[in-house]
């Protein structure tokens, strides 16, 4: 299909325009007119970049780009990253908070159903919006066990602080770095909050608060968006996708 047809079919259902954010998010780097095949990733780096070269595709739907609202010099590796994409002709699209706050493909919503929640509802104010999502287990769950489903999700160990009790009904979800949004998760009265990466300045929040907490990692918790992205590009317009997996460990 035409990349421009794509992209603006991305901006209209991503409502890239409806979130502050400092990711220039939309198509941040133009490659060729028709494309084929693409690819998603969560990092849009050298690594992901090369990966794009070798396996051919078209275009590259990423949740981290490459510019975060300051002008970039382009010289030295941020030259190589624009120039692999150039060379081969790729586009580079980015979908940051907008793909965490998406209420079908979102990393909030997707992982909230994969982990059987249910009664999905908007949660995690970040500038005034919600970009997360809350729901409730249908049936009463041990804590350690909702930890061991996100473990089987990402295929990484998860952090928990359990500062409440062990049995949880209710549980919000803000992807990536939203540690302080358990306060948030305290005040609604949920039972358990997940996100991705933890501070030291919000560890005894949890114990104090009597506030479980789970971190399942910054970049596992964001893989969900770009997978469910691109599975439903393939539904919608027959594009073949793949996933480059780079993690981070973080």
């Known amino acids: 299909m035409q990349r421009n047809d794509l992209v603006a079919w991305l901006d209209d259902f991503l409502k890239i325009n409806d ?34 070269v070798a396996a051919g595709v078209d275009m590259l739907i990423v949740h981290h780009g490459l510019f975060w609202g300051k002008p970039l010099a382009v010289r030295g590796h941020v030259k190589k990253r624009i120039k692999t994409l150039l060379d081969a002709g790729i586009s580079l699209y980015a979908a940051h908070i907008p793909l965490d706050a998406h209420p079908e493909v979102g990393n909030n919503a997707v992982l909230a159903r994969e982990l059987g929640m249910v009664d999905l509802e908007p949660f995690g104010t970040w500038q005034g ?54 306060v948030e998760a305290d005040e609604e009265g949920l039972d358990v909050f997940i996100t991705g990466e933890p501070k030291h300045e919000v560890f005894h929040e949890a114990f104090e608060r009597r506030m479980n907490v789970i971190y399942a990692g910054h970049y596992d918790t964001e893989t969900f968006g770009v997978k469910a992205l691109a599975a439903r590009l393939q539904d919608e317009f027959g594009l073949e996708w793949t996933f480059f997996d780079r993690p981070t460990g973080l």
């Open 129 to 182: 919006i919600k970009i997360g999502f809350k729901g409730r287990f249908p049936v009463g769950t041990r804590l350690h066990d909702v930890a061991d489903r996100l473990g089987q999700l990402t295929g990484m160990q998860s952090l928990v602080h359990q500062g409440g009790g062990d049995l949880v009904n209710s549980g919000g979800i803000v992807s990536g770095a939203a540690a302080w949004t358990l």
């Open 19 to 52: 979130y502050p954010d400092i990711s220039l998010n939309g198509l941040q780097v133009e490659g060729g007119d028709e494309v084929e095949r693409i690819a998603v990733a969560v990092d849009g780096v050298q690594a992901t970049f090369d990966d794009a």
